[in-house]
């Protein structure tokens, strides 16, 4: 009964976890880029809606409103004035640009909440619930439910209408799509806006179960990338039935594993499982045409050894 029990209540981190895979993956759809600032922008949603709803008095509806709108802002602006202008360059370092990002808005974050932990209470249903002998709250059925309208949505999004059929071109082959008109870097903004606004309603979701705290919002991104690996990068579906997995292991070993640190661990084994089974890493969008890092000839330059060796004294 313990296993069924824990595994219902694993059901409210699982729709978080879906979310923010979701958020990833509309980004790397487009933009061919793992984003490690995910959980940042994420944790800028949940400190918009804390100032709005808990500071200010702000509805609660209109508090989740602009947490979901400022952290589309914030990757949107980002999208357009930094990686827009790193599209040649090599992977490697538009995932730095994106790890700048996360320590710029950790930074902040801490200067101006100093690392407390907030709690905020849930604005779902939190009556019990008894299905079969076990009981657990309601706000885990809300949960799960809004994950999965959520998912409907995303993927007739992607597979119905013309901005989701030509983000899979662009996925597939950028060059291709623009010969089409399509462009690359229209889509990724507005992908950017619309992930970058999935982690923020994910992180509004989450707060009430696990406290608000800067470090536990910012590293949200490791069960994301551990969902959407688990997914293969692709189907929405596919990331809900992924999302519920991982959290549903995640509470299990909170019941039953008793060494300090596990529970955390489960989704960082997961991505490690993942790429141990595949054999490969995961590969960014038109690989083969990435530009990658400029090497030298390998001749030696006589006259530049020269000066640095026998300076000028003049």
């Known amino acids: ?149 959520i998912t409907i949505c995303l993927h007739l999004l992607s597979t119905r209408t013309i901005w989701g059929l030509a983000s899979s071109a662009v996925a597939e082959n950028q060059r291709a799509a623009a010969s089409l008109g399509w462009s690359a870097d229209r889509l990724s903004v507005v992908s950017w806006a619309l992930g970058s606004s999935l982690g923020g309603l994910a992180a509004v979701l989450i707060i009430p179960l696990t406290g608000l705290m800067v470090t536990n919002l910012t590293m949200l991104i490791i069960p994301a990338l551990a969902v959407a690996l688990l997914a293969g990068f692709r189907s929405f579906p596919m990331i809900l039935f992924a999302g519920i997995a991982v959290g549903v292991a995640q509470s299990l070993a909170t019941r039953f594993v008793n060494v300090t640190g596990v529970p955390q661990s489960v989704a960082f084994l997961v991505i490690v499982a993942v790429l141990v089974v595949r054999g490969r890493s995961l590969p960014m969008r038109s690989h083969v045409l990435e530009r990658l890092p400029a090497l030298g000839s390998g001749r030696v330059n006589w006259k530049l050894l020269a000066r640095l060796l026998w300076p000028s004294r003049s």
């Open 1 to 149: 009964m313990d296993v069924v029990q824990f595994a219902i209540l694993g059901l409210g981190i699982s729709a978080v976890f879906t979310l923010l895979a979701q958020g990833v993956v509309l980004v790397y759809r487009t933009s061919g880029l793992l984003n490690f600032a995910h959980g940042a922008l994420a944790m800028v949603g949940a400190y918009t809606f804390y100032e709005l709803n808990m500071m200010r008095g702000v509805p609660y509806p209109l508090a989740v409103l602009a947490a979901m709108v400022v952290p589309a802002v914030v990757g949107a602006v980002f999208y357009w004035l930094v990686l827009r202008r790193l599209k040649h360059a090599s992977p490697i370092v538009r995932i730095v640009a994106t790890l700048g990002l996360l320590t710029v808005l950790q930074s902040i974050a801490t200067m101006r909440y100093e690392g407390e932990i907030k709690r905020v209470p849930s604005a779902l249903p939190l009556e019990p619930v008894t299905i079969g002998g076990v009981t657990f709250g309601q706000d885990r059925l809300w949960l799960i439910a809004i994950a999965g309208v």
